[in-house]
C-alpha cells in the first residue's frame, strides 16, 4: 500500500513540474501608435520569482514623455491559474509596481487539439489592482 502510495505522490509530482516547465519564459505584447508605444515584459522563472517591466513613450506636443516601470516579486500556479505576490523586499526605488492581488490564466493549446488552428501560448491577466487587467503578453 505504501509503494502504491508513493507512485502516485511522485507521478503527480513529475506532472506538477512538468506543467511549470511548460510556463516558465519570458512574455511580452507591444502595442504600438503613431505617436507612441507601450510594452511590457514578465519573466517568470524557474526558481517561483518574476520580474516586470513596463515601457511606454508618447511623443506628445510640446515635450515627449518616457517612462520604464519595473516589479518583481514570486508567482505560484494552480491548474492554468497563476497568482502573483510580494514582499516588502521586493520594493525599492527601481521596482515601485505592486503585483500583490494580482492574477492571471495561462493559455495553450492543449495536446488533444489536433486542429490546425493557432493558439498562441500567453498570459491573460484578469485581476490586478492597476492597468495589467485585459493585457494578454504573448510568450517568446
Not at 88 to 99: A, G, Q
Request: hydrophobic share 35%.
Amino acid at each position: 500500500m505504501k509503494q502504491f502510495l508513493f507512485i502516485i505522490i511522485f507521478s503527480l509530482s513529475i506532472n506538477s513540474s512538468a506543467q511549470l516547465e511548460h510556463i516558465i519564459g519570458n512574455y511580452e505584447i507591444k502595442y504600438e501608435t503613431t505617436n507612441g508605444l507601450l510594452m511590457y515584459k514578465l519573466a517568470l522563472n524557474a526558481d517561483g520569482t518574476f520580474t516586470f517591466h513596463s515601457y511606454s513613450y508618447i511623443d506628445q506636443k510640446i515635450e515627449p514623455k518616457d517612462e520604464n516601470l519595473f516589479a518583481k516579486g514570486t508567482w505560484k500556479c494552480d491548474k492554468n491559474l497563476i497568482f502573483f505576490s510580494a514582499g516588502s523586499n521586493d520594493f525599492d526605488e527601481k521596482h515601485t509596481l505592486d503585483f500583490n492581488n494580482t492574477k492571471a490564466r495561462f493559455i495553450s493549446k492543449s495536446p488533444r487539439d489536433k486542429s490546425n488552428r493557432e493558439i498562441k501560448t500567453s498570459i491573460l491577466f484578469y485581476e490586478s489592482e492597476f492597468w495589467m487587467t485585459g493585457n494578454r503578453l504573448v510568450k517568446q
